[in-house]
């Protein structure tokens, strides 16, 4: 029994029309009708096109390239929700935007995660649905509750029925030091040892492998990370496997394809044999990569929504 009576209502935004749509196929309900336009000088218009006072509504929304154009649709679907009466607001954002600017890396820089999560709040939304942020402690930039789901399980299913629970063959590797704790999760779910990648940054996307923590030789080495983006890292990850630790082949995953720049030359030049994506971002039309897959999230939103809106816990989604 849902205790507030509302009509659930979910609306989306240019950035994944297909996502949006699996969501609501799972939920069993319309995909609200809205229309994201823009004016010839580029700004945003947005129309929606339906009763939503009363509603509690859900905006589906990726902050992916182009991310400011995204964004602002976002913030512009959360002000009129919120001008049109909507009972509740949330902003489902499979893909947070932004989120690797979440700290003061030098002098005089910017912490945009955090600008981003004001603009959020402000704009009116009531709660936050996410996935695997860059870092967790952007759920503490927001005023507002964020409910930040993991796609490592998804992953772990997979894996788990390619290779098997606990196979001696396979190994959890992560990309850098900063990926251990998930890698470390994620290794435990398939039975396997974890090897870390030790390298050392130069400038903003580039790196350099400096050494392999843990024996790799002759494994069968699954990579996971939260994003990849130009793809240098985790290809650079990849080369170091095989040359420096002799691993026998490479699979790798990751949450976010944000796949900017040389990233998929680099990725079909690599010795990678399979790399995984979830649907929080959509696959380049213009691009093409044989050794790229995508698992949909759609099922895993659907039953957090259906929570959100049913308040009940969604707790062990996180699991």
Known sequence: MISHGKEIKVFAGNSNPKLAQGICDKLNIELGKSVATAFSDGEISISINEPVRGADVFIIQSTCSPVNNNLME?????????????GRITAVMPYFGYGRQDRK????????????????????????????????????FFDIPVDNLMGGPIFANYYNEKFGFGCEEAIVVSPDVGSVARARKFS????????????????????????IIGNVEGKTCILLDDMVDTAGSLCGAA?????????????????????SGPAIDRI???CIKELLFLDTIPYPSDKACDKIKYLTVDSLFAEAIGRVYEEVSISSLFE
């Open 239 to 259: 080369k170091a496997l095989t040359e420096l630790g002799g691993a026998k082949e490479i699979y790798a995953c990751a949450t976010h394809g944000v796949l």
């Open 188 to 211: 435990h779910k398939l039975g396997l040892n974890l090897a870390i990648v030790d390298k050392r940054r130069e400038k903003a996307n580039s790196s350099e492998v400096m050494n």
């Open 74 to 86: 976002m913030l512009i679907m959360i002000d009129a929700m919120r001008r049109a009466s909507a």
């Open 268 to 270: 079909n030049d690599s």
């Open 105 to 140: 890396a030098k002098s005089r820089d910017p912490i945009s995660a955090k600008l981003v999560a004001n603009l959020i709040a402000e704009a009116g939304a009531d709660r936050v649905l996410t996935m695997d942020l860059h870092a967790s402690q952007i759920q503490g």
